[in-house]
């Protein structure tokens, strides 16, 4: 016959030793209804007792909570690597700081070599469009550096306004002085000039019709 | 489907009447919160052991166990305050039963395991006083005689039947029985034994 298929329940009709009483009786009917071993008539005898016997009901309680602690305890005892994983806790805890503090570092690194190379990338772009363009940075700080002419603001103020004649004594009060730096470069003047010498050769617009002259009312 | 019917109204009248408490009490309200929780640590645990060895199914106990409770606060009041563990007990047996006629939980299902699995979740106190409990189970197993030992081991950690040991072993059923019964012993003294001097007052 073989074994592993041999599942009948099994449960003495009679104790298995006559030393054994009435309490532990009860108890190990308990253990037998819980893992099984009771036939159907007898698991239903049992479940019968449960309805009105409380010592049966806090006997099948102790023994589920024996086979849990036992089963527990046997887990704990079967298994030696149970014991060694404390141990093995703060390894793999080391093991994992190590890795976050690789990672920090890489981190870190990272945002310094972008810090120093990125201005140092954006330089040379800027040179390199100067030299495409035929300029040099040397001409272009040439060129910022030059005095532009100093505009003769008569032209561009009426004869007879009060500012015309300009005036170094009141540079730091006047309203109108140009600072040389803001000027208007001297092609603009030129065309300015010009502007307002075109305005002037051409024809007057013709002149608006004159009011009727005011009818006096006679008293 | 009527029958059926019938046969589960026939149930719930019996669960009330089961409900209903033996010495009643003239009824003044419901329990107190303080006393319901206070019956909850002191049976809880206890209760839920009975209910996952009648289900076999820790879940389906955990859900029981709650409707108990919510019976003892509907009707606990009528009930006695000496007897109320053993009234707890007992709707939680009709609670049960109740539900297994629901979910047709037959005989096959209660041939399940139901020891291997805790799946209940434990506060911290409660996990050092059972791993202290395992630990007093553990030092008992150790004091057995090895041949004892093996058999619990071979019932309750392998899941073999008494008739697979006594095979294996090549011993009489009777002899793989004697075993088990004599280790039981043991093992619910030493836990009584841990019991009865965690309840001493420290000198």
Request: glycine content about 4%; hydrophobic content about 45%.
């Amino acid at each position: 016959m073989n074994a592993d298929s041999f599942t009948e329940p099994l449960m003495p009709a009679q104790p298995i030793s006559p030393k054994i009483a009435p309490p532990d009786e009860l108890h190990w009917q308990a253990f037998c209804y819980v893992t099984g071993e009771l036939e159907v008539c007898q698991a239903a005898e049992f479940e019968d007792r449960l309805e009105v016997d409380q010592s049966a009901r806090e006997a099948l309680a102790s023994a589920l909570e024996t086979l849990q602690l036992v089963t527990a305890a046997e887990s704990i005892a079967s298994s030696p690597s149970s014991a060694v994983s404390p141990r093995r806790e703060p390894a793999s805890q080391g093991k994992s700081w190590y890795r976050s503090l690789a990672w920090m570092s890489l981190g870190a690194a990272a945002a310094l070599l972008i810090a120093v190379a990125l201005p140092r990338f954006w330089q040379s772009r800027d040179d390199e469009d100067w030299r495409s363009a035929g300029l040099t940075p040397e001409l272009a700080v040439a060129w910022s550096q030059t005095e532009l002419p100093q505009p003769d603001l008569g032209l561009l103020l009426p004869a007879d306004a009060p500012h015309a004649q300009h005036d170094d004594a009141d540079d730091s009060d006047d309203m109108w002085h140009v600072d040389s730096r803001h000027a208007a470069p001297a092609w603009m003047m030129a065309a300015v000039r010009g502007l307002a010498e075109g305005k002037s050769s051409e024809p007057a617009p013709a002149a608006p019709a004159t009011p009727a002259a005011p009818i006096e009312m006679e008293n | 489907v009527s029958a059926t019917g019938d046969a589960e109204s026939s149930y719930d009248e019996e669960f009330l009447a089961a409900c209903a408490p033996q010495a009643l009490g003239p009824p003044s309200g419901q329990l107190g919160a303080e006393v319901v929780a206070g019956l909850y640590v002191e049976h809880g645990e206890e209760l839920r052991r009975f209910l996952q060895a009648l289900l076999r199914d820790a879940q389906l106990a955990a859900d029981c166990l709650q409707s108990t409770f919510a019976r003892l606060v509907e009707r606990g009041h009528e009930t006695r305050e000496g007897a109320r563990k053993a009234w707890l007990f007992r709707v939680a047996y009709h609670e049960a039963m109740l539900f297994r006629r629901r979910q047709a939980i037959g005989d096959k299902v209660l041939r399940n395991v139901a020891w291997t699995r805790d799946d209940v979740t434990h506060s911290a106190e409660e996990s050092a006083v059972r791993l202290e409990a395992v630990e007093q189970v553990r030092h008992a197993l150790e004091q057995l005689p090895p041949d004892h030992r093996q058999v619990v081991r071979m019932r309750i950690y392998d899941g073999k039947t008494f008739a697979v040991i006594a095979q294996e072993l090549n011993i009489p059923l009777g002899t793989a029985l004697g075993r088990m019964r004599t280790a039981l012993i043991k093992l619910r003294k030493a836990l009584a034994a841990d019991e009865t001097d965690a309840g001493l007052p420290d000198e």
